[in-house]
């Protein structure tokens, strides 16, 4: 993963930079990060206009949130394993949980009831893949299951497009994406993650 991706930036120059000279222990930011995660989930599942657009507002926060958490522990030197470790259990709740809200949101739609189900086909899927980062990262150390971005882009970046949709009207579309894209990265994670235990 890069540390300077254009979120980064936006992160460092609202967040970060603010909190530079306080007492905050950059685990408080992932907590935070993760309670705003949740939050964004719970609002969109609800399926209203008006939480869908609040959610998508919370999880843009919340990636901002993760963003920061790593750079200020860096900065203050404050990085640890246990800390690394949380902010990817956070990103794994938040990710995952914000396509089951999606899907639970929707189940009035044009899906019906099985836009839950491909919230969960999609959840599922984004879990897996953090799930694989860890497991390569007990194998081979910190940072082993990432990959890297490149102009400004880390692969993760890819969830801007979550709030993106939801405020553009076209969860629908974003759910049938995730649905169909989330095991698909899943599918070629598992070999990148397998041959990256197998190599030396």
Wanted: charged share 15%.
């Amino acid at each position: 993963m890069s540390y300077d991706t254009w979120l980064h930036k936006i992160s460092r120059t609202l967040i970060v930079q603010p909190l530079i000279k306080t007492a905050v222990a950059p685990n408080k930011i992932t907590g935070l990060r993760l309670i705003t995660g949740l939050g964004a989930a719970g609002c969109i599942l609800i399926g209203e206009k008006f939480w869908l657009d609040l959610g998508a507002g919370l999880f843009i926060f919340s990636m901002l949130l993760d963003r920061a958490d790593g750079d200020y522990a860096r900065l203050t030197e404050q990085t640890s394993a246990l800390g690394h470790k949380f902010d990817l259990i956070s990103d794994a709740i938040c990710n995952s949980l914000i396509f089951v809200g999606l899907g639970v949101g929707l189940r009035n739609g044009v899906f019906g009831p099985w836009s839950l189900v491909m919230g969960v086909i999609a959840g599922v899927s984004v879990a897996v893949v953090l799930i694989l980062v860890v497991w390569v990262e007990k194998k081979k150390g910190d940072h082993a299951g990432e990959i890297k971005g490149f102009d400004g882009f880390d692969p993760d970046d890819a969830m801007i497009i979550v709030p993106v949709l939801i405020w553009g009207g076209w969860s629908d579309y974003l759910l049938v994406a995730a649905s169909v894209g989330a095991p698909f990265f899943a599918i070629i994670f598992a070999y990148i993650a397998s041959y990256r235990i197998r190599s030396r």
